[in-house]
């Protein structure tokens, strides 16, 4: 059965760093493109990065390009997003994306067919 399980959110302060963790069970990492998308109440869900299942590529929302990371790591299932100068609009529910069928890095959740439940980012300014 594939769960994807984030954890890492908290609360902090801008201009700080935050790093979130997704654990993909069910063997689904090893096939997968993975992205991390998010959302604010009352708005829609906005992509945010994502790396293909390789992990030579990734992409990411120019709101964020040059701030964030994303990174995978196979043995422990476990893809991360390192987010450095955190901005008070970094604010939202930050949720773990995998899909199945594709092997690349996309923009799009619709490529994604398994998602976390999300996890909190709170940045206060």
């Known amino acids: 059965q594939v769960q994807l399980v984030e954890s890492g959110g908290g609360l902090v302060q801008a201009g700080e760093s935050l790093r979130v963790s997704c654990i993909a069970y069910?063997?689904?990492?090893?096939?997968?493109?993975m992205a991390w998308f998010r959302q604010v109440l009352g708005k829609e869900r906005e992509f945010v990065a994502s790396i293909s299942r390789s992990g030579r590529s990734s992409l990411y929302a120019a709101s964020v390009k040059g701030r964030f990371i994303i990174s995978r790591d196979s043995g422990k299932n476990t893809i991360y997003l390192q987010m450095n100068s955190l901005e008070p609009d970094d604010t939202g529910v930050y949720y773990c994306?995998?899909?199945?069928?594709?092997?690349?890095?996309?923009?799009?959740?619709?490529?994604?067919?398994?998602w976390g439940q999300g996890i909190q980012v709170t940045v206060s300014s």
């Open positions: 994306a995998a899909a199945s069928l594709y092997e690349l890095a996309y923009d799009v959740g619709e490529k994604y067919d398994y």
């Open positions: 069910g063997h689904i990492l090893s096939r997968s493109g």
